[in-house]
T-cell receptor, first 112, second 116 residues
Framework: TQLLEQSPQFLSIQEGENLTVYCNSS?????LQWYRQEPGEGPVLLVTVVTGGEVKKLKRLTFQFGDARKDSSLHITAAQPGDTGLYLC????????????FGQGTTLQVKP | NAGVMQNPRHLVRRRGQEARLRCSPM?????VYWYRQLPEEGLKFMVY????????ESGMPKERFSAEFPKEGPSILRIQQVVRGDSAAYFC??????????????FGQGTRLTVV
């Protein structure tokens, strides 16, 4: 069974601080997707990483896929209150498994 | 290009009633996935369907739950004889092909089921 361990589960920081969210697994994933979810809404796709070692940037957000495609990180620089939300990582298994395996999520609160 | 459409957004059912949740995938997407989410938690996989076929239902309870994706019309997640523990947000996602090689899945806004 593939599992994704996401940490930390909760993070409360001041505006302007940096933070990193981690997703780790003992399994290899064909790709890893990061989503952000607002209360009462569905997850919105932020980025997909596919190649081991890949780094993608989305404004102040930097996403990295581990060399072995077992782990990923999301780094936010100079966090703003608008970054507040639930961040979810989800891995797609190798082969036609049909599932996205989700981490437990990181609830981020950025205080002004 | 409309996104994944789910309805209803909110559904209240009494214990013992049936709940029917509908999902229309994005245009051109033939792969549909259902997930369940409890408050402040990640999403738990329930079932994966590809037009008229159930590919993987390993996350779906064996009793009371069923899913279909007919040739015409939306995918339906059906919960019979609902119990309070079924209260959750149910999300549907769709993709154009299977989820490997970087294919992306897009989610609907969910149906929030409350069992009273």
């Amino acid at each position: 069974t593939q599992l994704l361990e996401q940490s930390p589960q909760f993070l409360s920081i001041q505006e302007g601080e940096n933070l990193t969210v981690y997703c780790n697994s003992s399994s290899v994933f064909s790709s890893l997707q990061w989503y952000r979810q607002e209360p009462g809404e569905g997850p919105v796709l932020l980025v997909t990483v596919v190649t081991g070692g890949e780094v993608k940037k989305l404004k102040r957000l930097t996403f990295q896929f581990g060399d072995a495609r077992k782990d990923s990180s999301l780094h936010i620089t100079a966090a703003q209150p608008g970054d507040t939300g639930l961040y979810l990582c989800a891995g797609a298994g190798t082969g036609n498994t049909g599932k996205l395996i989700f981490g437990q999520g990181t609830t981020l609160q950025v205080k002004p | 290009n409309a996104g994944v459409m789910q309805n209803p957004r909110h559904l209240v059912r009494r214990r013992g009633q049936e709940a029917r949740l509908r999902c229309s995938p994005m245009k051109g997407h033939s792969h549909v996935y259902w997930y369940r989410q409890l408050p402040e938690e990640g999403l738990k996989f329930m079932v994966y369907l590809q037009k008229e076929n159930i590919i993987d239902e390993s996350g779906m309870p064996k009793e009371r739950f069923s899913a279909e994706f007919p040739k015409e019309g939306p995918s339906i997640l059906r919960i019979q004889q609902v119990v309070r523990g079924d209260s959750a947000a149910y999300f549907c996602a769709s993709s154009p092909t299977a989820l490997d090689g970087g294919t992306e899945a897009f989610f609907g806004q969910g149906t929030r089921l409350t069992v009273v």
